[in-house]
């Protein structure tokens, strides 16, 4: 019963998901942060994400309606060209890393996709977007850690890459103690951006 209780809802987002090599160059510019605080709860590599629309508990049988709406979302759009650049925190204990390149064109798509899943009826918290990516956590009570490592790579910039997918992303966040998972409900590739609609 437990176990059909929990599937009765999913935690999802829809993000964008920068390509390996952009995250490995970020990942070696950090190198020296893990070994320095390892006390901090970084996030799986594999799974950083920019969070374009965070729509947080939904029952399960939601999810499948916003698939039509979000492939031909993806299909209007082209890819995007953006590179991580920078750092900062949130409340002194979010680390993350900034977003660079088309970023007109990332709000546009923040905003469309918004839409998209509120004309399928969907109520989420519609909080301004502010690209970035969340790296690691500090542990309550630790108020410098977070500063420390922004303050180490906060001139960093990466090469830029192309955003080639929208991703529909689950998550196990409040199911259990361990460290957080996403994995992807669905992806969908751009289009040219000239979708006739046909």
């Known amino acids: 019963m437990n176990d059909q209780t929990q599937r009765a809802t999913v935690r999802v987002f829809i993000a964008l998901a920068p390509p390996d090599h952009a995250k490995e160059e970020l990942a070696r510019e950090l190198r020296p942060a893990y070994d320095t605080h390892p006390h901090m709860r970084w996030n799986r590599i594999e799974d950083w994400h920019i969070t374009l629309a965070f729509l947080g508990e939904l029952p399960a049988e939601t999810v499948p309606l916003l698939r039509p709406p979000l492939a031909d979302l993806a299909a209007d759009h082209q890819p995007l060209c953006l590179a991580l650049r920078g750092s900062g925190t949130f409340d002194d204990r979010v680390l993350w890393s900034g977003i660079d ?70 998550s196990n966040v409040g199911r259990s103690r361990g460290q957080i998972h996403y994995r992807d409900v669905e992806a969908w590739p751009f289009g040219d951006g000239n979708s006739t609609g046909s």
């Open 101 to 170: 390149g088309d970023l007109d064109e990332l709000h546009m798509l923040a905003a469309d996709v918004r839409t998209a899943v509120k004309d399928c009826g969907v109520a989420f918290e519609d909080r301004p977007l502010r690209p970035h990516l969340t790296l690691a956590r500090a542990r309550r009570g630790d108020r410098s850690s977070a500063g420390e490592i922004a303050e180490g790579f906060a001139g960093f910039t990466g090469r830029r890459w192309p955003a080639e997918r929208l991703h529909l992303v689950g």
